[in-house]
């Protein structure tokens, strides 16, 4: 459903010489992320809907840290893959 995304953040991971591990754990979290909005498609989702994704982890006592890489997969996924500023 989501793979021609994925494989776009794989591609740009590359270009921007990130591990392919660290792609490997964008897309997972990214895969968390959609599965919250319900799997919306992704030109439907909005900067609201990861705010809020990420304010109910931070709420349910996720570390920041682990709030932090969330906000960073799903920033890239905006900036990078769908051109959402």
Not at 25 to 52: P, V
């Amino acid at each position: 459903m989501y793979e021609k995304y994925f494989n776009k953040l794989r591609e740009e991971c590359l270009i921007r010489n990130r591990s392919s591990r660290t792609a490997d754990t964008y897309i997972n979290n990214i895969r968390h992320f959609m599965k919250w909005t319900g799997y919306k498609s992704m030109e439907d989702l909005s900067l609201q809907d990861a705010r809020s994704f990420i304010l109910e982890k931070r709420n349910s006592g996720l570390s920041s840290a682990t709030c932090n890489f969330y906000n960073s997969s799903i920033c890239f996924l905006y900036k990078h893959i769908l051109h959402i500023p």
